[in-house]
């Protein structure tokens, strides 16, 4: 299974939000760190944003926080929100246009494997990302 871009950027913006802690971020800071293009993220930003996941305070002296405690930030939950999980079109919320769809095995056992993947993700939090914290810092530059 292979993620979306959007849903690597999202996941790459909190752990830099999270290495920050209190101190904000700004888009320009995560898109340096991560060499992304900064109008990918401002996108992505303003998505988090949105979903609860970021707090915002624009203007001069602004930046990016967390909207909850890393604890909170299930990864789970954040992909299913970023990203569109059907697989083929005969998932339910597919078209449902093949003529077999109902009654191949194919239907079930990507089913079964997405909840296998998910229910990974489900056990994991942003803070669970963050066990080498002070690697990933030196890596992202993060003072």
């Not at 979903?51 to 299913?80: C, H, M, Q, S, W």
């Amino acid at each position: 299974m292979e993620l979306s871009q959007f849903t690597d950027y999202s996941l790459r913006v909190l752990i830099h939000v999270s290495l920050r802690g209190k101190e904000l971020s700004s888009v320009k800071e995560v898109a340096d760190a991560f060499a992304i293009s900064r109008n990918h993220l401002v996108k992505v930003v303003h998505n988090l944003a949105k979903l609860g996941y970021l707090d915002t305070f624009p203007g001069k002296g602004g930046g990016i926080t967390l909207g909850n405690p890393a604890e909170e930030i299930e990864i789970g939950k954040l992909v299913r929100a970023t990203e569109n999980l059907t697989i083929l079109e005969c998932f339910p919320s597919g078209k449902q246009t093949c003529c077999i769809a109902g009654v191949c095995e194919l239907q079930t056992v990507l089913g079964k494997a997405l909840q296998a993947f998910m229910g990974e993700l489900d056990k994991v939090t942003l803070a669970d990302l963050m066990k080498k914290k002070p690697t990933l810092r030196q890596r992202l530059g993060i003072k």
